[in-house]
């Protein structure tokens, strides 16, 4: 995918298109921008095109069955599932997501785990607060343990993307990566409650 215009909080896939586009060239690797040019073809998630050129698919995970996902995202698996079959390459995010493909799919991704660039993260004094982050509400995504672990510590204040908002619950809704950033850089705790595929945010 192209992402074009201000983040609005699209989350980690966004996160990865960027780096790649920042960070190839460095290796000597061009970014083409329509299939005709390129000489391999860098795929995300359910994504998939025609083409006989080399395709390598980055999986960022699936949508685990033991969750209530609904009968759309269960659709979209299968289209990663087929991208996946269909690719002459597989990344993953972490050991964990390619030991469930090699299992599940009988194929052997490469795992590629995600990354940060240092430079973009300066220290600043803590504010003490928990911080609650994620980008979008779902059967992993979900603010309910936060709320939880804020009524039983009144004293401690929460900073949440999503919830339920409480005298020590803050909701800021999502926000665009800039923004998180600096919550991120003041925060006293990050609170992951989800199962993650190598998330950034927990980088």
């Known amino acids: 995918p192209v992402f074009s215009g201000p983040d609005t909080g699209e989350g980690g896939i966004r996160r990865v298109v960027e780096a790649q586009r920042r960070y190839l060239p460095e290796f000597d690797i061009d970014m083409?921008?329509?299939l005709e040019e390129a000489d391999v073809v860098a795929l995300h998630?359910?994504?998939?095109?025609?083409?006989?050129?080399?395709?390598?698919?980055?999986?960022?995970g699936l949508y685990w069955s033991e969750y209530a996902w609904g009968r759309?995202?269960?659709?979209?698996?299968?289209?990663?599932?087929r991208s996946m079959r269909?690719?002459?390459?597989?990344?993953?995010?972490?050991?964990?997501?390619?030991?469930?493909?090699?299992?599940g799919l009988w194929i052997d991704p490469v795992v590629i785990g995600h990354g940060v660039d240092i430079e973009d993260w300066t220290p600043q004094?803590?504010?003490?607060?928990?911080l609650w982050n994620k980008t979008r509400v779902d059967p992993i995504c979900d603010p309910r343990?936060?709320?939880?672990?804020?009524s039983m510590a009144k004293d401690v204040q929460f900073i949440s993307t999503f919830g339920v908002a409480a005298p020590n619950v803050l909701l800021t809704g999502k926000t665009s990566f800039e923004t998180q950033?600096?919550?991120?850089?003041?925060?006293?705790?990050?609170?992951?409650?989800a199962r993650e595929t190598f998330g950034i945010g927990t980088i």
């Open 181 to 193: 950033k600096s919550l991120i850089a003041r925060a006293g705790v990050y609170l992951a409650t």
């Open 72 to 81: 759309d995202l269960q659709s979209v698996n299968r289209h990663i599932i």
């Open 145 to 150: 343990p936060m709320n939880a672990l804020a």
């Open 45 to 60: 998630a359910s994504e998939w095109v025609d083409t006989p050129k080399p395709t390598v698919l980055h999986c960022h």
């Open 86 to 103: 269909k690719a002459d390459a597989v990344t993953a995010p972490s050991e964990w997501v390619a030991q469930s493909l090699r299992r």
């Open 125 to 130: 004094p803590t504010e003490g607060y928990v």
């Open 32 to 34: 083409a921008e329509t």
